[in-house]
């Protein structure tokens, strides 16, 4: 059975296993093995998701059997509006397609609309096409692309997408 709950600091060294367990096959093809590294330390660095949690990012952590299995991060009040923002979503390889991802996207939604959030925004490499369907199939719908450069010569190409609250 599949249990939802929010993670405290102390635990994000949890995020940053199941995200360095995730990227490479999630990625494979999509990415250089170089900018997986370079993203992941990055990204996935504690100090930067402590800082994240400090600024009010939530981390809802997906267990089965007591084991954490998968992730989903989250904004609420981004950009200082009425707009919640997902900002990571991963599930071990082996924890796919088997509606873990959805029942963690469904959480964020309840609490970004209990919190009175009109909408979700997300960005999402635009070759991740396993990814743009997963969202598209719960509602999602791409509003714009971006270019974001991320040094050290790498970008992130993504969809921005929204779902409707």
Known sequence: MIHLRLLVK???????????????????????????????????????L??????????????????????AGYEL????????KLHKLYLLPSSQGKGVGKSLLLEVAKIAREAGQKSMVLNV???????????????????????NDIGSGYVMDDDVMELSL
């Open 10 to 48: 102390e635990e994000l060294i949890l995020i940053q296993k199941i995200a360095h367990a995730t990227w490479p096959s999630t990625f494979a093809g999509i990415l250089s093995s170089e900018q997986i590294d370079y993203m992941l330390n990055w990204m996935y660095d504690l100090k930067l």
């Open 125 to 147: 490499n635009k070759k991740n096409k396993k990814a743009i369907d997963f969202y598209r199939a719960l509602g999602f719908v791409t509003i714009r692309q971006e270019v």
């Open 50 to 71: 402590e800082s994240q949690m400090d600024k009010g990012h939530g981390f809802l952590v997906a267990e089965e059997d007591g084991i954490a299995i998968g992730f």
């Open 77 to 84: 009040n981004h950009l200082a509006g009425s707009l919640s």
